[in-house]
């Protein structure tokens, strides 16, 4: 019996493929390596491009929110992996695979990937030294850009606190690696700068991985360091690890201590220095009225002053009582300077936050590191941490009570 001919549209013919297609379990999530070619950025943020090998092409596409994702810049002629599904764009009747997520494939694609970005960077001017600011000798207040937790955070606080305790410190904490990790970042060094916080912004993390790094390898952390008007120190990983955020630092350090310190001066060698400064203004002192009594004793000697003994005893005495005068007033002077200076630490230590942690005092802040002052700003159920002069704590708002205020 001859089978009846099945007329459709073009419409119909696409519809019913692309529905065989996308009920294909095997294609609906599935990776595919090749070689990039026909690359095109849409100015809506979607990728096209062509997978290639060496008998065949497939058409594909990466959305704007996928592409959003991705830690490198595709371009012709590199090997990726991309993983998606198959379906078919019924207009022009192709089927071809929309991309969620793309990585470099092969060997030391992460690193090829690391030297492609560097070196775009490099010709754009963002590693030009003329555009290095310095850090400043005495900073009020130091904004610290890293993870809330982990030996980052703890050795950055604590040698801050060591060398230069008349320094604040602003920690703006966020995730340093996994996706989004980089637009946290960027977007933490652009609220400091637009909000004015900090004289200095130290940013970084502990060591890790290429992978772990790459977050401080990503063009828009890149692009807030450099077009930060706050100077910024890097401090990622360890000495031997480079990212492209150290290139592109006012100032690199080989890790987060070391960031701290350069961060700061010590305050043990500024009273060194102190000290020094007055031993050798001392020094010129004594040497000056050594000077003029050796000058003194020569005109006394002369013979236009055989009649005047009493005069030249008098001035002498007046001399001697002058030096020590001048040595009472410098000691009393350095005495002071040196007071106040005390008192100044004091104080400041004093209303120190940090200071407070070791009280008792906890820190307590929003998911999104807004200090909470009342409880209108939480909501029951709502998440929120406590800073501790220890560590930090993950907290749950079971109940809250308000008090009552007396009308």
């Not at 849409?42 to 062509?50: A, V």
């Amino acid at each position: 019996m001859e089978q009846e001919l099945l007329t459709v549209s073009v419409s119909q013919l696409n519809h019913y493929i692309k529905r065989v297609i996308e009920h294909n379990g095997y294609l609906k999530n599935i990776c595919i390596q090749g070689e990039i070619s026909n690359f095109k950025h849409h100015p809506s943020g979607h990728l096209y491009i062509t997978l290639k090998d060496e008998t065949s092409t497939l058409r594909a596409v990466m959305f704007r929110t996928a592409a959003q994702s991705l830690r490198f810049i595709p371009e012709d002629g590199m090997k990726v992996a991309a993983t998606g599904r198959i379906s078919v764009y019924e207009p022009g009747g192709t089927y071809q695979l929309y991309i969620e997520s793309l990585t470099p494939d092969g060997e030391g694609a992460l690193y090829q990937a690391f030297l492609r970005l560097k070196e775009k960077l490099e010709k754009d001017g963002l590693f030009d030294p003329t555009h290095k600011k310095s850090i400043p000798l005495f900073p009020d207040v130091v904004s610290v850009v890293t993870a809330a937790s982990g030996a980052a955070v703890r050795d950055i606080i604590h040698v801050l606190k060591r060398r230069y305790p008349l320094a604040a410190v602003k920690l703006f904490p966020v995730p340093v690696q996994g996706e989004g990790a980089a637009r946290s970042i960027a977007e933490a060094i652009r609220f400091l700068n637009e909000k004015n916080i900090g004289d200095v912004i130290i940013a970084g993390r502990g060591g890790g991985s290429i992978e772990d790094l790459w977050a401080f390898n990503e063009e828009v952390v890149a692009r807030a360091i450099y077009d930060s008007k706050i100077p910024v120190i890097s401090a990622v990983g360890h000495e031997t690890d480079f990212t492209i955020a150290d290139f592109v630092a006012d100032l690199r350090a080989p890790t987060p201590s070391a960031a701290a310190e350069l961060a700061v001066p010590n305050v043990q060698d500024l009273q060194n220095t102190v000290r020094s400064l007055y031993a050798k203004a001392q020094n010129r002192i004594e040497y000056r009225l050594f000077a003029a009594q050796n000058e003194l004793t020569k005109l006394a000697g002369s013979a236009a002053f055989y009649n005047f003994p009493g005069s030249i005893s008098d001035l002498r005495i007046t001399v001697d009582r002058l030096q020590k005068q001048s040595q009472d007033a410098l000691y009393d002077i350095m005495n002071q300077r040196a007071q106040r200076l005390g008192l100044a630490a004091s104080k400041l230590q004093t209303l120190s936050p940090l200071s407070n942690f070791t009280r008792g005092y906890a820190y307590p802040a929003k998911t999104d590191g807004t200090h909470i002052k009342s409880v209108t700003q939480l909501e029951a159920g709502e998440a929120f941490s406590l800073k501790l002069a220890d560590g930090l704590v993950d907290c749950i708002a079971k109940t809250i009570y308000q008090n009552e205020i007396d009308q």
